[in-house]
């Protein structure tokens, strides 16, 4: 609360208290890949709403997308509430839109050749979410290494690769308000991969054709894009 001077305790979201190594065997969750949104819309019945999204990697069980929140700025927090239904999903990423909204990106199948990019929505302050739906499904970049169970790159040192989506709400007054904008990178039929957008102007309920947003066709790859929408004027970035 001091411009990052100083920093309170740390709470926990989530627990496991094996005291194994977690992913090494035995029963204890793999918690992988998490990410914080907060509701910062003036008006917004949940304003000041902290949300973490995550995987959990359960022994013998399907990954899942998982939510937690915090009501009072991070002192405590709910129980895990589930977002996806069913897949080989991870890479979640929150985002808040103006009205409270809280919405869900991930990839299913990010780590193989085709995956699928999905998000869900939560009208209630993250305790529950509707069902998921899908953007697009696309070739993901790379090459599957049967020796990881991941895609690689071969011409980069085998350096990994994964299609997860990243995602932005516009929360400004201006004319696009409430849209929601997810990027990501994949293949496009050709040799190089390039960054593409997919916006929904009804709460995510629909996606437009995803389009190209990099210009280059230079023969490289790009990887990884990062979105964000200005709150004051909706300009994406």
Sequence with gaps: SDGGATWQKAVPIAENLENVKSGGGGAQPFEDKYYIACDASIGSPNLDNVYVTWTRFAPGQASVILCVTSADKGATWSNPVPVSQGGNVQGSMPIVGPNGEVYVAW?????TKSASLVVARSDNGGKSFGNNKTIANVTGEGSFDPKTGRMV????????????????????????RGTVYVAWQALDNIPEAHIFLSSSANNGNSWTTPQIVDKGFSGLDVYMPAIACDPINGDVV
Excluded: C, Q, W, Y
């Design 107 to 111: 990839g299913n199948g990010g780590f």
């Design 153 to 176: 790159l071969p011409e980069k040192d085998s350096m990994r690769i994964a299609t997860f989506p990243t995602i932005a709400v516009d929360i400004s007054h201006g004319p696009h």
